[in-house]
């Protein structure tokens, strides 16, 4: 950078690697002792590389007045003028194109915008973003013209159209005394759920016969930078606080094409990916569990590369906690259709509709969108998401980590997407283990057990002993996950082959991580680096985490040629096609991803409205289990062969979570555990099964597959108050769902249609 007034940025890739960071004013150096690196091939000579404390008094960058781009010949220069117009105060960016003396001068517009970039936050008069490469009319609307999508009691709808809605309102509203809105997720009023579902969906535009271009995409990405950076310059005005923020971006139209965009290219990746480093510049960023905090996501950007440039896999856990939940997840999510093989995501147990309805992602939705209903809109693409991947196959990744229930890769392989369609609880309980499991910690560390109910009251904890067993059957020799942070960050689980990677600090005082594999320059070997910070004072202000955005932004804008000549056809990490459910037409094959293609939600919308009216579980709760094993008297069955009797029902409760993998190997004609994974006492006790089976009632007949409608309280809202509560369950309660009453929900949102 030539001074405080200009920056030179370099326009060929080939020289690219000499430019000097162009983020180097906006960070500090880490505050953190803890950065390792470990070799991957030979753990034990792991070495840790110590960083000296920076002072928390850096000076945030003044501002760039001139943005100068020469190439090579020096034939071509842009430059970007700052000038301020006095009469309104408001400054006004243009780009003037200087070309040679053969082609004629050309200048570009590029919209007005306030800015407080390198400036204290202002108090008051929010930013308005309207600001582009390519301005078009349906990027921004003026707040007077957004389509408002708020809750059916404020929707403006005709009353012949919702007629049937409103008086279920009134009636619901007369028993209750409660005025329902949509965000009343678990109230188990089925048929009024769906209707204001299905009005709203309605209501909401389409994506058209076709999605945007990548370089519309780009666009797309430039504006939202820009409002990001500016809504972050200015957190405490009217813009950061009112309803529908995100359409001070663009419309409502746009968002829809985003989202529906987002999960037909997730759609279609394997549900267990297989990513490759292509060099030794091309390095695999891993990030886990960022919560909604979008400085934790810059600061990964700022320090490692941007998407494009290095590889990013995400382990889930998006949202939830966080002050930018959604901001983060529409960030992610158009970068994912700018480089397609060069972000992915894996689904944690937040992006599930089970979870996230319980904390604030719902109201977040309507803060943002003007509607709750963007919730269940946003879990349609996380549904899409993939379960795991594998690090040039030597690393396993995933959320939680690994189920007992896994025999090998295609295992994950031919799981289905979207992640609700696999049916059998064998299926299920694999993609719970994955998004929830843990590794034992704490006191558990001394137990000879292989798997211990989790903590969490869903899922297994799992030993080192199993998990070896498994990584094995993966193929596969170390594990990187998220889900469970510790206080010094990074943490090493299990010697030599677990590691848990935590981005976000959910408690005051701990630390965050962030880890990069990569390959060895001289023996292309893998190699894992993992650095230990603190968000807190890593940038100097809030203004100067604007201008980090601004300047990302600033980034992608000058190399976006650069990037859309990239030829994404034959990518390292283009990834195999995933078990889809819907079947796809055969003309998007062989397209380019620059290339426009046919929505298939839109063309297709009865599959978004029935999935979006779905209130159904996914997970496998220990809830569900306990009521399960009661149903078949599981205790009575073993009750002779146990060295005590039980009678405590907290001893009950511990007994059927315990024994159910046991009690499943005995349902199955065919055991569906691996032989070394069931303990010497879980044979014990299917042999004893097995000799009594026609003791008990119900009478057992041995099950090929076992479906996960099986289960009890398969509905969001069933026992939804006991699930919060520490064994306050009604053992006895129990709700088969059959096919039969499958197809008449289906009848039912038909009827509605």
């Known amino acids: 950078m030539a001074s405080n007034n200009t920056l030179e940025y370099l326009a060929n890739k080939k020289n690219s ?225 009112n309803g529908g923020q995100t359409f001070h971006a663009f419309g409502e139209n746009i968002l829809i094409s985003i989202i529906h965009q987002v999960a037909a290219i997730c759609e279609k990746e394997s549900m267990l990916l297989k990513i490759k480093i292509q060099n030794e510049k091309n390095d695999v960023i891993i990030m886990s569990d960022i919560h909604g905090s979008l400085f934790d996501l810059i600061r990964a950007f700022v320090i490692y590369g941007l998407p494009g440039d290095k590889t990013y896999l995400f382990l889930g856990d998006y949202v939830d906690r966080g002050e930018y939940e959604i901001e983060v997840t529409i960030l992610l999510f158009l970068l994912k259709i700018c480089f397609p093989y060069s972000i992915f995501f894996l689904r944690g147990n937040h992006e599930f509709p089970d979870q996230n309805r319980k904390a604030d992602f719902p109201k977040s939705c309507k803060k943002h969108f003007n ?191 650069e990037f859309l000549l990239q030829d994404d056809t034959r990518h390292i990490n283009k990834q195999k096609l995933s078990t889809s459910v819907y079947k796809y037409s055969g003309n998007n094959k062989g397209q380019k991803t620059t290339e426009v293609k046919e929505c298939f939600y839109c063309t297709n919308y009865k599959f978004l409205m029935k999935e979006c009216c779905s209130r159904r579980r996914i997970f496998v709760t220990h809830l569900q289990i306990y009521t399960f094993m009661m149903k078949y008297n599981f205790i009575k069955r073993i009750e002779q062969i146990l060295p005590f009797k039980v009678t405590v029902f907290d001893k009950k409760f511990e007994l059927c979570i315990r024994g159910f993998p046991s009690f499943l190997d005995f349902l199955h004609s065919k055991v569906k555990r691996h032989h070394e994974l069931t303990s010497d006492t879980e044979n014990k006790i299917i042999t004893y099964l097995n000799k009594g089976i026609n003791r008990f009632s119900p009478k057992i007949t041995k099950f090929t597959e076992i479906g996960y409608n099986i289960l009890p309280n398969q509905m969001f809202y069933d026992n939804v108050e006991d699930e919060d509560k520490e064994f306050n369950y009604d053992p006895y309660f129990c709700f088969e769902v059959t096919k039969q009453f499958e197809d008449d929900e289906e009848n039912e949102i038909k009827d509605i249609i």
Not at 142 to 164: A, C, G, P, V, Y
Not at 183 to 206: A, C, G, S, T
Request: net charge positive.
């Open 371 to 561: 509607s709750f209903n963007y919730w269940r809109l946003i879990n349609f693409a996380f549904n899409r998401f993939s379960l795991a991947a594998i690090i040039e196959n030597q690393i396993y990744c995933a959320h939680g980590g690994v189920s007992q229930w896994m025999k090998g890769r295609e295992t994950i392989e031919k799981l289905v997407k979207p992640m609700n369609q696999n049916k059998t609880l064998i299926e299920r309980l694999i993609i719970t283990d994955t998004v929830w499991s843990d590794t034992f910690r704490d006191e558990r560390q001394k137990s000879t057990d292989l798997f211990l109910p989790s903590i969490r009251n869903i899922g297994y904890a799992y030993s080192k002993t199993a998990l070896k067993k498994i990584l094995s059957d993966l193929e596969v020799k170390k594990m990187i996950r998220g889900h469970h942070p510790h206080p010094d960050g990074f943490y090493e689980d299990y010697k030599k082959i677990c590691y848990t990677v935590h981005t976000s600090q959910l408690e005051k005082g701990s630390k965050g991580s962030v880890c990069r594999v990569f390959k060895k320059a001289k023996s292309s070997e893998v190699g894992m680096e993992a650095l230990n910070y603190y968000i807190e004072g890593f940038f100097a202000s809030v203004a100067t985490i604007a201008n980090a955005i601004n300047d990302i932004r600033k980034e992608y804008l000058f190399r976006q040629k």
């Open 17 to 241: 690697e000499n430019k000097k960071n162009i983020f180097s004013a906006f960070i500090k150096k880490a505050t953190s002792k803890n950065t390792i690196e470990f070799d991957y091939l030979q753990p034990n000579k792991a070495t840790r590389i110590s960083t000296k404390n920076q002072s928390n008094n850096n000076q945030s960058v003044n501002r760039k007045k001139t943005i100068e781009l020469t190439s090579i010949d020096g034939k071509k220069t842009v430059e970007i003028k700052l000038s301020k117009t006095q009469d309104v105060g408001e400054e006004k960016k243009v780009i003037a194109t200087n070309m040679s003396e053969d082609s004629k001068n050309s200048q570009i517009s590029i919209g007005n915008t306030k800015s407080t970039l390198g400036k204290k936050p202002l108090t008051s008069d929010p930013v308005s973003s309207n600001t582009s490469v390519n301005p078009t009319p349906i990027l921004y609307r003026k707040q007077s013209q957004h389509i408002l999508r708020s809750d059916i009691s404020q929707t403006s709808i005709s009353i012949d159209e919702n007629d049937f809605i409103l008086s279920d309102l009134e009636k619901i509203h007369k028993d209750t005394g409660k005025q329902l809105t949509s965000v009343d997720i678990d109230y188990p009023n089925e048929k009024w759920y769906k209707r204001q579902m299905i009005v709203f969906l309605k209501k909401l535009p389409r994506c058209g016969p076709k999605y945007p271009t990548r370089e519309v995409s780009f666009t797309l990405l430039n504006a939202y930078l820009d409002f990001l950076s500016n809504k972050v310059a200015n957190k405490n005005t009217s813009l950061a606080k």
